[in-house]
């Protein structure tokens, strides 16, 4: 996937499959949404091959990435702080990167150790429809990679969000 910005989106019950779209609107890959009780998603290139995965582990609020061949590459995990979002992403290849977003924003900044902004994202839908994002990469990390560390800021937010109402 060479484009910087990219475009997708979860779908209501979070499941199914959605495309990944670049600036011009074209597509660039498809994101499957295993189902919304497995909260995993697959990253899929233009020829339907797994690109990256992601997905809870067992009894966790941590989220793993995976290679297309299955090799857990990376874990993202919540960070506590107040009146701030933070998470970090721990990847195998590429480093430590800490994922922020004031309280009340949908924008998030994706930084390396050094402090340089690696990506930005946000999230562009309304209230009561299902989310979209906008993900711009300015660096070495592949974009299908933080496509699913995206997916996993949303689903650990997800999971917060149903737990706090039961």
Do not use: C
């Not at 498809?30 to 997905?55: A, C, E, I, P, W």
């Not at 924003?105 to 979209?132: C, M, P």
């Not at 300015?138 to 949303?154: A, D, Q, W």
């Amino acid at each position: 996937m060479e484009a910087r910005a990219v475009y997708f989106k979860d779908n209501f019950w979070s499941s199914g499959e959605t495309e990944i779209w670049d600036e011009q609107e074209r597509k660039v890959g498809s994101l499957d949404l295993h189902s919304m009780f497995q909260s995993g998603v697959t990253v899929r290139n233009m020829r339907g091959l797994t690109s990256y995965s992601g997905k809870f582990r067992h009894f966790s609020n941590k989220w793993l990435v995976f290679s297309g061949g299955e090799q857990e590459i990376g874990v993202l995990r919540m960070r506590f702080s107040f009146m701030t979002k933070r998470y970090e992403y721990e990847s195998a290849r590429h480093g430590l990167f800490r994922i922020e977003s004031p309280a009340f924003s949908r924008e998030y900044t994706v930084s390396d150790e050094g402090g340089a902004i690696a990506a930005q994202f946000r999230r562009v839908s309304g209230a009561f429809s299902a989310g979209a994002f906008e993900l711009t990469n300015h660096s070495s990390l592949p974009t299908e990679e933080i496509i699913v560390v995206v997916m996993g800021v949303h689903a650990i937010q997800k999971r917060q969000q149903a737990a706090a109402s039961t």
